[in-house]
């Protein structure tokens, strides 16, 4: 009967280290695909953080061009005074209204850009809080993920820590 007994617990040894083998596989596997979670997540955010900046990059650049093509307007137009009024020995040449004319479109030119840099700025302010607003919600799913997959610390007696 001894010999009984000592194969019966024997068994049982078995079947308990089998058990929590099995128990910390699954863990394993759990806090893997946590980890893979949170990556994937990362990527996303990165990603659009990434095409936030080639958006902002892109308005800005239009923006530039914009301004450009205004200044060259205008740097047309005053040479297109300029040269009326030399070629014509008849009109005088009034300096106050060459100047005048330039400034306009130049004042114009000004008020076109900041307009466009205003809606450049507006642009990337959209897009960076929409990439801060995925970057919480990714934070606080990481966070309830990481909080799950660890579960209740308990010593080997399956009791709480400090209630022994």
């Known amino acids: 009967m001894n010999r009984f007994n000592r194969f019966n617990r024997a068994a049982l040894a078995a079947v308990a280290l089998s058990a929590l083998a099995a128990c910390e596989k699954h863990d394993q596997d759990q806090?893997?695909?946590?980890?893979?979670?949170?990556?994937?997540?990362a990527s996303e955010l990165g990603?659009?953080?990434v095409q936030a900046a080639q958006k902002a990059a892109k308005t800005v650049d239009?923006?530039?061009s914009f301004v450009n093509q205004q200044v060259d307007a205008a740097r047309q137009t005053a040479q297109?005074?300029?040269?009326?009024?030399?070629?014509?020995?008849?009109?005088?040449?009034?300096?106050s209204g060459v100047s005048a004319a330039a400034q306009a479109h130049l004042q114009g030119a000004a008020s076109a850009a900041n307009a466009m840099l205003g809606q450049a700025a507006s642009a990337t302010g959209y897009s960076l809080e929409a990439a801060g607003h995925k970057l919480q919600s990714w934070a606080?799913?990481?966070?309830?993920t990481s909080g799950a997959a660890a579960g209740p610390a308990t010593t080997r007696n399956g009791a709480k820590p400090g209630n022994n």
């Open 80 to 95: 297109q005074h300029v040269d009326a009024a030399a070629s014509a020995p008849s009109i005088r040449l009034d300096a």
């Open 31 to 41: 806090a893997q695909q946590a980890a893979q979670q949170a990556q994937k997540q």
């Open 140 to 144: 606080s799913q990481n966070a309830e």
């Open 62 to 64: 239009q923006a530039a």
């Open 47 to 49: 990603d659009a953080a």
